[in-house]
């Protein structure tokens, strides 16, 4: 069984990693050996993919003229542990030979002479490897980091990576290692192997964006520990992927899902925690907050967006308006580069947020605490979204009508409130959808309103434009915003709760 922990880093990380780490080791009585090799691969599948899509990773390696046929098979990756298990055969030349292995590891439907006359080479990688072998009176693990690249044809894709497998031990001492290196070393935690890369290469997949679920799938039997686990797993690894897409594409709505996973992880916590209360929840609450607060010109860089979109609410407008459409892609630039997205991705502090997540899925330290979490969640389910929409109605129902700063003023408790439906509301089938939708549409009416905001504190700086102009017409426009989000505001109010 491989159990490791893979990093996605960059090109300076083992230079990094040995000026800063090496002595750290030495410090804490860890031996530490090192070694070198160029590594070649190929892996082979046949012509309809069946090994791929069962997730059979298939390869044969060559390294110092010798070489070996591998099998991955279907494992588990959770919150970026990787656990599959792996056979390896050697080989006396190049040639691939499924006959070698085990046949106890093929699933029902693998007609092995078949297959094994059918493979073919699909892609490569080619990468030089080097790897510390950490030796501690606990625990035995390999440092393997990885620079190269994944070829098919004349198309390649980058490979720099760090691999933390555990040879001998517990696995939290994966996390002790990692949890170190990142202080130092800019890098993420990745679900992406080198293989998926590969096959994304062979078929020309273009990544594509990924959203969220309309709620999160639980059931009547899931206890409080499950359902927290289900959303965790389920926005890690929609974050892990969504910096792997940002990454290959820069793409800009990426920017705000991996915000948006951000967010629901930290209401998530804030859920959950008065339930599962542990020390451990309590940190990855302060650092979720911490990077939540990093993330936050993401709400600039959204209402610019919004403002240029020329599908949008404000397409009749600002589109055709060229000065204004460059000052707003300026305005973009500007925050793009001063908040660094890409570097943002492999902070520190990003790192560790995954790492303590990734932990606590393992971990599970609520248990050491208390007993609430084999209780159902759905007896705590009716409670927390009660308290959390009477309070958002109680804010609301103080004043006769709201304007434009009341709203923006709600943002955050309608948001909260919303992403505490979207765990919770699988439970709950009946007039759910009616329910959460008007209050939807305020949250997309305060949106509005944001880019409105934005735009209008932006006046003096806007060049050759006829600002009174504009001023009347955002003014305007804010005023019709308003006179829709109260229309609404009432139908949400009146309607009955589904739980």
Avoid at 80 to 87: A, F, K, M, T
Avoid at 168 to 191: Q, T
Avoid at 437 to 450: F, N, R, Y
């Amino acid at each position: 069984m491989e159990i490791e922990l893979k990093l996605v880093c960059t090109q300076d990380a083992l230079g990094l990693f040995e000026s800063k780490m090496l002595d750290i080791f030495a410090s804490e009585n860890i031996s530490v050996s090192r070694q070198h090799a160029h590594l070649y691969n190929e892996y082979y599948d046949t012509p309809e993919l069946f090994l791929g899509s069962r997730k059979i990773g298939f390869r044969v390696r060559a390294k110092d003229n010798q070489y070996e046929q591998t099998i991955k098979t279907r494992g588990q990756v959770e919150g970026g542990l990787h656990q599959r298990p792996e056979y390896n055969i050697p080989l006396s030349d190049n040639k691939p030979d499924l006959s070698k292995f085990n046949p106890e590891i093929w699933p029902q439907d693998f007609d092995l002479q078949y297959i094994n006359e059918s493979i073919e080479s699909l892609f490569s990688t080619d990468f030089e490897r080097t790897t510390f072998e950490l030796t501690h009176k606990d625990y035995k693990m390999e440092v393997v980091f990885d620079l190269g690249e994944v070829k098919h044809r004349q198309n390649s894709l980058p490979i720099c990576e760090i691999e933390l497998e555990l040879v001998e031990g517990d696995k939290r001492h994966l996390f002790n290692v990692a949890e170190l290196m990142v202080n130092y070393i800019p890098c993420r935690l990745s679900d992406v192997t080198k293989a998926a890369r590969g096959y994304q290469l062979y078929q020309g997949n273009i990544l594509e964006l990924k959203r969220l679920p309309k709620y999160l799938p639980l059931t009547g039997d899931d206890s409080t520990e499950e359902a927290f686990c289900k959303l965790l797993q389920m926005c890690l690894k929609r974050w892990q992927y969504n910096q792997y897409v940002y990454a290959e594409q820069l793409s800009l709505k990426v920017l705000q899902e991996i915000r948006n996973d951000i967010q629901y992880i930290l209401q998530g916590v804030a859920l959950f925690l008065p339930v599962l209360q542990c020390q451990e929840l309590l940190t990855l609450h302060k650092l979720l907050l911490k990077l939540s607060q990093a993330w936050a010109w993401q709400e600039q860089l959204q209402g610019l967006r919004d403002l240029r979109s020329k599908k949008g609410p404000f397409s009749k407008r600002i589109p055709k308006n060229q000065n204004l459409m460059n000052y707003l892609l300026g305005r973009r630039e500007g925050l793009l580069n001063a908040y660094k997205p890409l570097d943002l991705n492999l902070s520190s502090l990003s790192a560790k947020v995954q790492l303590s997540a990734s932990r606590v899925l393992l971990e599970k330290p609520w248990r050491n605490e208390n007993s609430g979490a084999n209780i159902a969640v759905k007896k705590h389910a009716s409670g927390w979204l009660s308290q959390s929409w009477q309070t958002m109605l109680q804010s609301m129902s103080r004043h006769t009508s709201l304007d434009d700063k009341q709203y923006l003023a709600l943002e955050v408790m309608l948001r909260q409130a919303l992403i505490n439906g979207f765990i919770l509301a699988d439970l709950f089938t009946e007039s759910r959808g009616q329910f959460r939708a008007p209050w939807q549409d305020l949250h997309t009416g305060i949106q509005e309103l944001k880019a409105l905001r934005l735009l209008r504190d932006s006046l003096d700086d806007i060049p050759d434009e006829d600002r009174a102009d504009l001023a009347n017409w955002i003014e305007d426009k804010t005023h019709s915003v308003i006179k829709v989000m109260e229309q609404t505001r009432k139908v949400a109010m009146d309607a009955e709760i589904y739980w």
